[in-house]
């Protein structure tokens, strides 16, 4: 992953810059992240993502076994990114 933020940003300023980024991406693929809503940390499910497609509205990867995401971020980026992550 390259980083574009300075060395001073918390971590988790930085997971919100780094999503935000992607969903740029995506939008530019015409493809949308979608996060899970998933709020416990045990879950499989928690902080996992899916890759939909905005024109269809199909799931594109991301869909674990119960329906819900799941790619973590760094998957995500991967996917989007190609070659050039």
Do not use: C, F
């Amino acid at each position: 992953m390259v980083s574009h933020m300075p060395s001073h940003t918390s971590p988790d300023t930085a997971a919100r810059v780094r999503e935000n980024l992607l969903r740029r991406v995506a939008d530019r693929q015409g493809l949308r992240l979608v996060k899970s809503r998933t709020r416990d940390p045990r879950a499989l499910d928690y902080d996992r993502w899916q890759i939909v497609n905005l024109v269809t509205g199909e799931i594109e990867v991301g869909v674990g076994p119960t329906g819900k995401p799941s790619m973590t971020l760094n998957e995500v980026e991967a996917n989007l990114m190609g070659d050039d992550a």
